[in-house]
C-alpha cells in the first residue's frame, strides 16, 4: 500500500486575502526502512516562522529533525516492520490516526498506543513495533530541541 496523503497548504495573494497555495496528493512518499513509508507535509526553520511569501520546503531532502525548526511529518508503519532504534534531538508530538503500535524504550518499556492516543517523546531513545494485522498510521510534528543532558551527560541523538 501506498501512503497517500492529501495536502492543503494556504498562503496569500497580492491584494493580502486567503488562498490556497497547494491542495494535491503529496509527492514525496518515501520508505527508508522495510515496513515503512513516511510523508513530510510541511517543514520550517526558525522561530518565529516567517509566513511571508511561500516556497514549498518539501521539495528538499529531508533527515528526521530540522536543526532550529520543525517537521510534521505522516508515517504508516505496516505489521512486522524493520526496527529502528533512534534518539532524536527535538520534542515529538504523535498523534495515531489509525491501528495501534508499540513504542518501545531502550529499557524494555512498551506503550501500546491505539488510534487517537497521543504521546509526547522527549528524546529518549525508541523504536516503534507493529506487532498486529493491521497498518498503523501516526502523525507527528517533531520540534528542534537541545540535546538531552542526564547528570552532565550529553545523550547525542542518533537515528
Known amino acids: 500500500m ?3 496523503i492529501r495536502r492543503v497548504v494556504t498562503g496569500h495573494d497580492a491584494k493580502g486575502h486567503a488562498k490556497i497555495e497547494i ?26 516562522v516567517d509566513n511571508d511569501g511561500f516556497n514549498d520546503p518539501t521539495t528538499a531532502e529531508f533527515k528526521t529533525t530540522v536543526e ?4 510534521f511529518r505522516i508515517v504508516h508503519y505496516g505489521p512486522g516492520v524493520t526496527p529502528r532504534n533512534h534518539r532524536t534531538d527535538s520534542i515529538d508530538y504523535a ?40 497498518p498503523c498510521v501516526i ?5 528542534s530541541a537541545k540535546a538531552v543532558k542526564v547528570d552532565g551527560k550529553v545523550l547525542n541523538a542518533h537515528n
Open 68 to 71: 532550529g525548526g520543525t517537521v
Open 95 to 134: 498523534v495515531v490516526i489509525s491501528g495501534s503500535i508499540d513504542m518501545e524504550l531502550d529499557d524494555g518499556v512498551v506503550a501500546k498506543l491505539n488510534a487517537g492516543d497521543v504521546l509526547v517523546q522527549r528524546g529518549t531513545i525508541h523504536n516503534w513495533v507493529n506487532k498486529g494485522t493491521e
Open 23 to 48: 491542495d494535491e496528493i503529496a509527492k514525496n512518499v518515501i520508505s527508508n526502512r522495510p515496513g515503512a513509508q513516511s510523508c513530510v507535509v510541511w517543514s520550517t526553520k526558525g522561530f518565529p
Open 2 to 4: 501506498s501512503l497517500k
Open 139 to 143: 502523525a507527528f510534528v517533531l520540534v
